[in-house]
């Protein structure tokens, strides 16, 4: 395992037109790239996770799981405007030699993966043998598919959609203005908006989890109990934990870039865009009981993809269920991966 850090030496156009200076992007590898350069795995993370993808998703990555650093070269990069090592807009405004803060200029998705992509250029990979992610790491695994700008073998898209829903940007503006609600939020320094990001990551804790979850690990044993609830302590103390790690400018600036997402934006219709997937060995999950991205947002990106392949992946945790129920899709993934291994490998020697 090690982390770097990329540093582009030209601008960086965004798709609003304007440009980010000293562009840096942080990025964790695993494991070495073979030979035929064939054995590429990358992951895009979700919206405050890293780029250290053997700590926020053990199960499915790790020495001994099914993506291990044994047999392939595991790639991950932070992400455009996240604290982690990538410019965002804690990073240093060249023309002012100060932070950004909200003078950040605002990203997509695109410009998320458009920086993925100079990371692989870089890197002098031209091809990916698996391309995976979830929620927001969904979003770019099929913006890249769908920006033709590299090879990809298998897409393996999880608890996603190909245009983020009215439902889904509401839940974000709900937390945006708990964000804003917190007059400290403007200020110019790197711990403002705490408050409100406490209560914003309160909010999405209600979307990433489910009614179910809550009454089977927040319920109460004592009857006469009137206040000081475990399901308040748990919506408190998750608020905390997310303030001690992560900042509220890239967490506004993030959800704005989730919003943003549309395969369709200046290539025609979404059904079009998925349909020139159709060279690509394509795997398509949804858990029923998620309620930010329901089932039928991974069901219609599936119908649309020729040959797409689409599992439920039932889970009492919701939307978080891709990064818990890692054995379920130990297998799921496994097992897609085997039935597309030799097609997979006689395309690599065509290309050859």
């Known amino acids: 395992m090690s982390l770097a850090i990329f540093e582009y030496d030209q601008d960086f156009q965004l798709e609003s037109g304007k440009k980010l200076k000293n562009l840096q992007i942080a990025y964790h590898t695993f494991g070495k790239l073979n030979e035929d350069k064939s054995n590429v795995i990358w992951v895009c993370h979700a919206l405050t996770a890293n780029s250290d993808v053997f700590d926020w998703w053990p199960g499915l990555f790790g020495p001994h799981e099914l993506f291990n ?21 804690l990073s240093i405004d060249p023309s002012t030699n100060e ?52 090879k990809i073998h298998n897409l393996i898209a999880i608890g996603t959609n190909a245009f983020f829903s009215p439902w889904g940007i509401a839940f974000n503006e709900s937390q945006r203005l708990a964000l804003t609600a917190d007059p400290s939020f403007y200020d110019r320094q790197a ?15 209600l979307s990433y989890r489910t009614y179910n979850a809550y009454c089977a690990t927040q319920v109460e044993s004592d009857p006469e109990k009137t206040d000081q609830y ?17 900042n509220a400018l890239s967490y506004w600036y993030l959800t704005k870039a989730m919003d943003s997402h549309h395969l369709g934006r200046n290539r025609g219709s979404v059904e079009e865009v998925l349909h020139q997937l159709q060279d690509i060995n394509t795997l398509v999950i949804g858990i029923p009981s998620d309620v930010l991205f329901p089932p039928q947002e991974q ?43 030799n097609k997979t490998a006689n395309q690599l020697n065509l290309i050859q």
């Open 69 to 89: 650093d044994q047999e392939y070269f595991i790639i991950c990069a932070n992400v455009l405007g996240s604290h982690y090592g990538t410019t965002n807009p």
């Open 299 to 341: 069901e219609f990106i599936a119908k649309n993809i020729p040959n797409a392949e689409y599992y439920e992946l039932h889970s009492f945790f919701g939307h978080d269920g891709f990064l818990i129920e890692t054995k379920i899709l130990t297998q799921v993934i496994g097992t897609f991966l085997e039935k597309h291994k």
């Open 99 to 150: 932070p950004y803060y909200l003078d950040f200029p605002q990203f997509t998705i695109r410009d998320i993966v458009q920086a993925h992509q100079l990371l692989a250029d870089n890197l002098e990979i031209y091809e990916i043998n698996s391309l995976i992610g979830g929620s927001l790491g969904g979003q770019q695994v099929l913006e890249w598919a769908a920006s033709k700008t590299i």
């Open 230 to 246: 475990k399901a308040s302590s748990y919506q408190d103390y998750q608020g905390d934990k997310l303030v001690k790690r992560f």
């Open 191 to 205: 711990e403002a908006g705490a408050r409100g990001l406490k209560a914003a990551r309160s909010i999405a804790l």
